[in-house]
Structure formats: C-alpha cells, structure tokens
C-alpha cells in the first residue's frame, strides 16, 4: 500500500484523501467465497458500501449541466439523470476495478511472476521525469521522483483558483507471456485501449511509442531482435495483436476534473442559459488517483487473455526460443 504523506491541501492519495475515500465507501465486506484467507472456488464478491454521500453538494445543481460531465448525454439517453455526484459516472465506480484488479494481480504473480507497475509521468503542463520506481509509494502523486514539492505547490495554487488540470499515466507490466491475444478483434492492445478507456476521465491511450511513432522511420521503430532478447520495445509488448514477451508499456491521457468552482457557462433542464459553479469535495486533479485503477484494468486484460490461451492454445509447442524469457532468466 501507498505510504499515507501529511501533505493535504487537495483531497489527493494524501492523508486527506485517504480519510475522504474510506469515508466515502465505507468498509469492504467479504462474503462467504473466502475462508482461511482463501477462495473457496465459489464467485468472488465483494460490496463497497457509499457510506458517506453529500447530496446536498449537488443541490445547486439539479436542474442544470456541469460542462465536461456525463450529465446531458444520461439525461438524453435515459430519459433522466442522479445528478448526485454522477450516478453511475462518478469516479467512486473506479473502486470495484481496483479490487477485481487485485485478484487478477495476485494470480498472474502466482502463476507467471508478472509484476505490475504505474506512475505518473505528467500532471497539467508540468513533466515529471523518472528517477526511480521505489519513489512512486512514497508520494501522494504516484511519481518517480524523490522530491514532489513543486507538484504540491501547483495542486495547492490550482485548488485555491477553482480550476482543474489533467495528467499523463504511464503502467506497464513485466514477465509477460509470450503469445498472449488473439489476431483479429480481441488483439491484446486493443482490448488493453478498449480497458483503459472505459476508467473514468481517460480521453487518450497510447502503446509502446504510440503517437511518437508518426516521426518515427521503419529503420527505427520496428524492434530489432537478437539471441538476447528484443533491442528496444517500440510496440509496447505487442505485435499483431499478440504479446511478445516484453514489457506491456501503456499510457494514459486524464482529462481535467469537470466538477469545478469556476462558474462556467451551460444551460438548464429547459434548455435556459445558465451559470455553473459546483460545489463540495471535488480533486483539482483526478489522475492523481488513476495510477492503480490503470494497473488494475491492465491485470484484468491480461488475466483475461492469459486464461483464453490456456484453454486455446495450452498444447502449443514451437521450437524457436522465447528470447524474453530465456533473457530474464540468465
């Protein structure tokens, strides 16, 4: 687990957001599927109780659309909208992928030593570069650096102006099975965009070089292969839809939190020009707290495709090396 830091002038993974989140869901309960720490082979279930909703935060704003938020396209959808707090668009939907994410993790480590990790490579206009994966539990940004206080500084600044900003994700997951997707309509990296973009607040995915891949010469992106393993990783772990043994390299785009203090324009439920203000407990900066919802919907896809091949391909011999795993061994 995260170390809980003292700093909280924003309801981020500090020690403030900690005791607004257990708050928020409550306690996790654990039905009769695990007994002496194990699963009995019965489904697994677990219930998050939102024990500490403030529908009264929403008061001012029930007849109107926050600008950014899912409001409208509920409404038109289905005809009607819980305006409290974004039904079923809130981001407290994200706790479930989390603990699915946890079981997924726990049997890709057991049964293939897979290793899951995430930082944050980017909150608003400032990059954060990487200096070491053991930084990354020690902060409330997930980021790989040693010193955070420029980051804390600008969240601070930005919560005090009534804005929000967006951040960049990176995750990736090493000790990857080769062989891992299918071909056509459930390739590995497309189910892995397909995953990421259904967290709340994703708006851009890349793999391996991603857009970078657009200046790129063939000489230079495709990965070079020797006895050894791959020269570079490029394709992000995958090519043809099919893992390659090398680390699944991801990132994510998070759009800026829309429920802001910033009056901004929109319009009423009779179509009226209005202003919108939204008030309460809202972060300045939602991708803050992406960091182990992307690792999370990341193990779930590899699960996924991990259990298909097993029951697919099980049998399947070759005699060409894998490259990848002969290397982690040496």
Same mark, same amino acid.
């Given at each position: 687990?995260?170390?809980?830091?003292?700093?909280?002038?924003?309801?981020?993974?500090?020690?403030?957001?900690?005791?607004?989140?257990?708050?928020?869901?409550?306690?996790?309960?654990?039905?009769?599927?695990?007994?002496?720490?194990?699963?009995?082979?019965?489904?697994?279930?677990?219930?998050?109780?939102?024990?500490?909703?403030?529908?009264?935060?929403?008061?001012?704003?029930?007849?109107?659309?926050?600008?950014?938020?899912?409001?409208?396209?509920?409404?038109?959808?289905?005809?009607?909208?819980?305006?409290?707090?974004?039904?079923?668009?809130?981001?407290?939907?994200?706790?479930?992928?989390?603990?699915?994410?946890?079981?997924?993790?726990?049997?890709?480590?057991?049964?293939?030593?897979?290793?899951?990790? $995430?930082?944050?490579?980017?909150?608003?206009?400032?990059?954060?570069?990487?200096?070491?994966?053991?930084?990354?539990?020690?902060?409330?940004?997930?980021?790989?650096?040693?010193?955070?206080?420029?980051?804390?500084?600008?969240?601070?600044?930005?919560?005090?102006?009534?804005?929000?900003?967006?951040?960049?994700?990176?995750?990736?997951?090493?000790?990857?099975?080769?062989?891992?997707?299918?071909?056509?309509?459930?390739?590995?990296?497309?189910?892995?965009?397909?995953?990421?973009?259904?967290?709340?607040?994703?708006?851009?995915?890349?793999?391996?070089?991603?857009?970078?891949?657009?200046?790129?010469?063939?000489?230079?992106?495709?990965?070079?292969?020797?006895?050894?393993?791959?020269?570079?990783?490029?394709?992000?772990?995958?090519?043809?839809?099919?893992?390659? $043994?090398?680390?699944?390299?991801?990132?994510?785009?998070?759009?800026?939190?829309?429920?802001?203090?910033?009056?901004?324009?929109?319009?009423?439920?009779?179509?009226?020009?209005?202003?919108?203000?939204?008030?309460?407990?809202?972060?300045?900066?939602?991708?803050?707290?992406?960091?182990?919802?992307?690792?999370?919907?990341?193990?779930?896809?590899?699960?996924?495709?991990?259990?298909?091949?097993?029951?697919?391909? $099980?049998?399947?011999?070759?005699?060409?090396?894998?490259?990848?795993?002969?290397?982690?061994?040496?």
């Amino acid at each position: 687990m995260p170390t809980v830091k003292p700093f909280s002038p924003y309801p981020g993974t500090s020690g403030e957001q900690s005791r607004l989140l257990v708050a928020a869901i409550g306690s996790t309960e654990l039905p009769r599927w695990c007994r002496h720490r194990a699963a009995t082979g019965t489904p697994i279930c677990l219930l998050i109780k939102n024990t500490d909703q403030r529908s009264k935060d929403y008061g001012n704003i029930l007849r109107s659309f926050r600008p950014g938020h899912a409001d409208y396209t509920y409404l038109h959808k289905y005809g009607l909208r819980d305006p409290r707090g974004g039904g079923r668009a809130s981001a407290r939907l994200t706790a479930p992928m989390v603990a699915a994410g946890a079981v997924a993790k726990k049997w890709l480590a057991e049964k293939y030593g897979t290793v899951f990790r $995430g930082c944050m490579t980017q909150i608003g206009d400032m990059p954060i570069g990487f200096e070491s994966w053991a930084h990354v539990p020690n902060n409330p940004f997930f980021a790989p650096v040693a010193d955070v206080q420029a980051f804390e500084d600008y969240m601070d600044a930005l919560r005090k102006s009534g804005d929000s900003c967006g951040a960049r994700i990176r995750v990736m997951a090493s000790n990857v099975p080769v062989g891992l997707g299918e071909p056509l309509f459930d390739k590995m990296d497309a189910d892995i965009a397909w995953a990421m973009m259904g967290i709340n607040a994703v708006k851009g995915v890349e793999i391996g070089a991603g857009f970078g891949s657009v200046t790129q010469r063939g000489s230079t992106h495709g990965d070079s292969l020797s006895p050894q393993g791959f020269k570079s990783n490029n394709a992000g772990g995958v090519l043809g839809g099919i893992s390659t $043994g090398q680390d699944l390299e991801v990132s994510i785009a998070i759009k800026p939190t829309s429920s802001i203090l910033r009056p901004r324009e929109s319009i009423d439920l009779a179509g009226n020009p209005v202003e919108v203000s939204t008030k309460g407990r809202h972060d300045p900066c939602v991708g803050i707290r992406a960091t182990p919802i992307a690792e999370a919907m990341l193990a779930l896809v590899v699960m996924e495709h991990a259990l298909r091949q097993r029951a697919q391909c $099980g049998d399947v011999v070759v005699a060409t090396p894998d490259v990848e795993l002969l290397h982690r061994q040496v």
